[in-house]
């Protein structure tokens, strides 16, 4: 509050916040039998009212301004003039700001337990009520000092833990609403007031609410703070707030919120109409540094390059204009670009099945027939061709056999590549290679040097991770790590 008041000043602005919400409180020694008094005056921007010991508002601020008695061994010295004196010691308000703060001390420490608890008893407060009696007798009442109330600050849990929301009563004569998060819903004067005062619960004919026969029934919600307004300076207060009032950076947020609910309100609308797309790209898979070919569960970003691309395109959409998108977004010529249909198998791992060959086909037709996973999304491998024909077709190797045993016979098997950099201790994506499941491991090495652009000499060490057992759950991986030597 001090740091606005300080930019305020030279404003129009200036002194607004203590003029709204600051009141002048007296702390007073005055001696019984003489006429010596000492006073000290101080702002105040809200009052810590007592709910210990106290059923109501009005009680708490009465123990607020009782007077003390300072007699006997506790004599209050009032200078050499008049040396002890009886004395009464107390505090009354001289004023009250136009939005007044009451804060509710829910929150103290218990001396028999030695730590801060909640204080869940039932403390009432009202609609509408009169600080006049809490004034000095010579404070200004040529207008009434009543107080209506306009905000309620619940906490509900304990000390440790809970959760915070609000009752506020935005215009003169309109309703209270409960501000949850991002939650705004109308609230009953019951919500407001009675639901808030914490203690046991109330049935609607007076009686208390019992957990059996013996155990009553605590609220864990009650009012830690409460806002009034001074009803004859509602009008001052609670001005009308027309768009010239919005701040631009503000109204812009706003509108660009109101963009977003209307497009998910939309997307929701038409979700059926749709289907989400993941694709494992070159790109994504160079950038997983773990063992599997990526993780579906995440979404592709900057932060986060190993994850597999997203695409949210009509149902009707075909598979050829999805590999228009993927090219575009990998800089890759759509027709150098393979679709593979990812299956779950029985080791939890997802790996490709079979090559998508009709590009015409929609990407909902390819989903049910080729999906083979669960996924509510369609998910695929894009596999790019490193040689074109001619007429700048891509040339694809055999297409290795499918898991269903469709298809013409062929050795050929797909393995893809991991390289373990041991300088830097990071395992990454190498690529892929089709090569005869009838050829030996180190028929293997020409092979990873060409596809890796190593020297001919290159020495390698090569590791077939299977069976990884990870956080006790078996994941079987086929990759093939390496570990480059230069000569």
Avoid at 246 to 256: A, G, V
Wanted: glycine fraction near 6%.
């Amino acid at each position: 509050m001090e740091r606005m008041e300080e930019k305020m000043k030279g404003t129009q602005a200036e002194n607004v916040l203590s003029k709204l919400f600051c009141g002048k409180v007296r702390t007073y020694i005055s001696c019984i039998n003489v006429e010596y008094e000492s006073r000290r005056v101080e702002d105040f921007w809200d009052i810590q009212l007592n709910v210990s010991g106290n059923k109501n508002l009005v009680e708490s601020f009465k123990d607020y301004v009782q007077v003390e008695v300072m007699n006997g061994e506790n004599q209050y010295f009032a200078g050499e003039q008049f040396k002890l004196q009886d004395a009464n010691k107390g505090v009354i308000f001289e004023t009250f700001p136009e939005v007044l703060h009451l804060q509710l001390k829910r929150f103290q420490y218990d001396v028999d337990r030695d730590a801060m608890m909640k204080i869940n008893d039932r403390y009432e407060f009202p609609e509408t009520f009169d600080a006049a009696p809490y004034l000095s007798d010579d404070a200004d009442k040529s207008e009434p000092w009543v107080y209506q109330l306009h905000g309620v600050l619940v906490h509900s849990g304990d000390l440790n833990a809970g959760h915070y929301y609000a009752f506020i009563k935005p215009t003169k004569d309109g309703w209270f609403y409960k501000y949850d998060d991002d939650k705004v819903t109308k609230a009953t004067m019951r919500e407001v007031l009675e639901e808030n005062f914490g203690g046991e619960y109330l049935l609607p004919n007076g009686t208390v609410a019992m957990r059996g026969k013996t155990k009553p029934i605590i609220r864990q919600m009650s009012a830690y703070m409460l806002v009034y307004i001074r009803q004859s300076r509602l009008d001052d207060v609670l001005l009308p707030v027309t768009k010239e009032d919005t701040p631009p950076h503000l109204q812009k947020k706003l509108d660009e919120e109101a963009a977003l609910r209307e497009m998910r309100r939309k997307e929701r609308e038409e979700q059926h109409l749709y289907l989400g797309c993941k694709v494992i790209t070159e790109d994504t898979y160079r950038a997983h540094g773990a063992t599997d070919l990526t993780s579906f569960e995440r979404a592709h970003s900057e932060d986060e390059p190993a994850a597999p691309r997203f695409y949210r395109l009509l149902r009707k959409s075909t598979v050829k204009e999805l590999m228009e998108k993927v090219g575009a977004d990998t800089n890759v010529d759509p027709k150098k670009i393979r679709f593979w249909a990812m299956v779950n198998r029985q080791n939890k791992t997802i790996r490709p099945d079979a090559p998508i060959t009709d590009i015409n086909a929609t990407v909902e037709d390819t989903y049910q027939r080729l999906g083979g996973s669960k996924a509510v999304e369609l998910r695929l491998w894009a596999e790019v061709a490193e040689s074109v024909n001619s007429d700048g077709d891509a040339i694809w190797p055999a297409t290795p056999t499918q898991t269903n045993g469709n298809g013409p016979k062929t050795d050929l098997i797909v393995l893809f590549l991991k390289w373990f950099d041991v300088e830097s201790q990071s395992l990454s994506g190498a690529g892929h290679i089709y090569i005869s499941r009838e050829k030996k491991v180190e028929d293997l090495v020409p092979v990873i040097l060409k596809k890796m652009g190593w020297p001919d000499k290159t020495q390698l060490r090569l590791f077939e991770v299977r069976d990884i057992k990870v956080g006790g759950e078996q994941v079987a991986n086929n990759i093939v790590g390496n570990q480059a030597k230069y000569d």
